[in-house]
């Protein structure tokens, strides 16, 4: 039942990633009914590698291309491309940012709230994603100008006064941002079609990852508390790679005098 079940998934066009979250949901509830209801005997869950998922290598921005895409936002939109990606942000955690949650004077933005949209409700403020969502996240220097800019045009002057909102003030629906933002056009203008609002904090990740930062460093700046998600983005990248190999071949070059001649040579 439980193999019908899943090809019955895939073959009505469930992709094999959302058939995997399926498929863990299922067996942690029959779980459940084996080991605290004492219903079932066995988990019959039991296909091998129906749990995992294999999500495509979502792009990466360069720096450039990121302020590339930024400046060719709506004015009011080029902040919340800077902050997204430079504080590795998810898009509720960013667009429920409110004036008390950033200092530009010590260069942080706090990430105590999320938006979240629920069916029948709208937009609903709550709590971050997990407990390490909770955060403090330092900015680099270099976009404080362009924040501080943003905050003198377009944000209120109370403290509880959001950050990034529509013309009209209001919370910005994600399904509303990409035509406000003419979003397809710009992405495709410096060379990314199809990339997605997401794939900034992607960029963030993997930007914060090559400054050679630790593994918990890197999870408290992501606001993750496992390290999986975090290690997937300590992969080597070619700068890295090239600063161990030229490390290597420094070392393998014979000792020379100080006239520069190879040590044990008469030459």
């Known amino acids: ?145 362009t924040v501080e800019d943003h905050l003198a045009k377009y944000v209120g002057a109370a403290a509880n006064a959001y950050i990034f909102t529509t013309e009209s003030g209001k919370p910005i629906l994600r399904g509303n941002f990409n035509k406000m933002a003419r979003w397809s056009e710009n992405v495709a203008a410096i060379g990314t079609p199809g990339l997605h609002f997401h794939d900034l904090r992607h960029t963030g990740n993997t930007l914060a990852s090559g400054t050679g930062t630790s593994l918990r460093d890197l999870m408290a700046r992501m606001g993750h508390d496992s390290p999986r998600a975090a290690m997937i983005y300590q992969h080597a990248t070619d700068g890295a790679d090239r600063a161990i190999a030229a490390g290597l071949d420094l070392a393998l070059r014979p000792p020379t005098d100080d006239d520069g001649h190879v040590v044990g040579t008469d030459s």
């Not at 209801?37 to 792009?59: F, K, M, S, V």
């Not at 360069?62 to 942000?89: D, N, S």
């Not at 998810?90 to 010590?106: F, H, N, P, S």
């Not at 403020?125 to 270099?142: C, E």
Request: glycine share 6%; proline share 7%.
């Open 1 to 145: 039942m439980v193999r019908a079940w899943r090809v019955n998934l895939l073959s009505s066009g469930v992709s094999e990633n959302g058939a995997a979250k399926a498929y863990r949901l299922l067996r942690a509830i029959l779980n459940t009914a084996v080991r605290e209801d004492e219903i079932l005997r066995a988990n019959p869950c039991r296909i091998p590698g129906a749990d995992q998922e294999h999500p495509a290598e979502r792009p990466t921005l360069t720096v450039p291309q990121v302020l590339v895409l930024a400046e060719k936002m709506p004015e009011r939109f080029k902040a919340l491309i800077l902050v997204t990606t430079f504080g590795c942000l998810r898009w509720g955690e960013v667009t429920a940012l409110q004036r008390t949650d950033i200092d530009t004077k010590a260069q942080t933005v706090r990430v105590r709230q999320a938006f979240t949209e629920q069916r029948g409700k709208g937009l609903v403020i709550g709590p971050p994603k997990s407990r390490a969502s909770k955060r403090t996240v330092v900015l680099p220097k270099a976009i404080i100008p």
